[in-house]
């Protein structure tokens, strides 16, 4: 079965702008989760959205937002972008999200975001 | 708050040594805890699972609740073993992983 796609694969945007990143999940999978990954960083918990409705937020600004379609697609939204937004963004998907045990993660190749 | 470490961003080891990536966790109960990899130009993809205490590409990770720790170990390390390696146990509430800062292993040649 198909993977999770992310589009785009990379994005240059400048100061200021906004961008949205699309992630569609594994079919079936009802969950689907956001970090952001950089070097110094790691991997940085966004959002998770299941069933539509946003189930758990890590602690970004409210720059950062997203949402879920019926088809469980999922769209996030930065917006007033700024250059520390540089990073590689993932988005993974799951049959009900990490709540349950056992539960397996299927990641996204991500959309790699350039801010200048 | 609940967190997960692991010690080590880089670990360098010679092909055919032992290797031991280190993760330890602050949570009370019996978590669920996963090790992900991450080869160069690849996903982030499940590595193993402890729940299902089964071995992937030579590499187990046993849970130690005593010492709060889950270590991936592996007896003799290969070149193609080279990735990143983030440990991830779940939130507070188990509603998300809250993935650790990742090593970087090298295995040299």
């Known amino acids: 079965k198909a993977g999770v796609t992310q589009t785009p694969r990379y994005l240059i945007k400048t100061r200021g702008q906004q961008v949205t990143l699309s992630c569609s999940p594994i079919s079936g999978h009802r969950s689907v989760s956001w970090y952001q990954q950089t070097p110094g960083q790691g991997l940085q918990f966004l959002f998770e959205y299941f069933s539509e409705t946003q189930r758990n937020k890590g602690n970004f600004p409210g720059r950062f937002s997203g949402r879920q379609f019926s088809n469980s697609r999922s769209e996030m939204n930065v917006s007033t972008l700024e250059l520390g937004d540089s990073a590689l963004y993932l988005c993974?998907?799951?049959?009900?999200?990490?709540?349950?045990?056992?539960?397996?993660?299927?990641f996204g190749q991500g959309t790699r975001l350039t801010v200048v | 708050a609940q967190r997960v470490t692991q010690p080590e961003k880089l670990l360098s080891v010679f092909k055919g040594a032992p290797v031991e990536l280190k993760c330890n966790y602050s949570y009370s109960g019996s978590p669920e805890l996963f090790w992900y990899v991450q080869y160069s130009r690849q996903r982030l993809q499940l590595l193993l699972r402890h729940i299902s205490r089964e071995s992937i590409k030579g590499f187990t990770a046993d849970l130690n609740k005593g010492e709060t720790s889950f270590h991936l170990k592996k007896p003799f390390a290969q070149e193609e073993d080279s990735a990143m390696y983030y440990c991830a146990p779940p939130d507070n509430y188990g509603q998300n992983f809250v993935f650790g800062p990742g090593t970087r292993l090298s295995v040299l040649p």
């Open positions: 993974a998907s799951s049959l009900d999200g990490f709540r349950v045990g056992n539960t397996e993660a299927f």
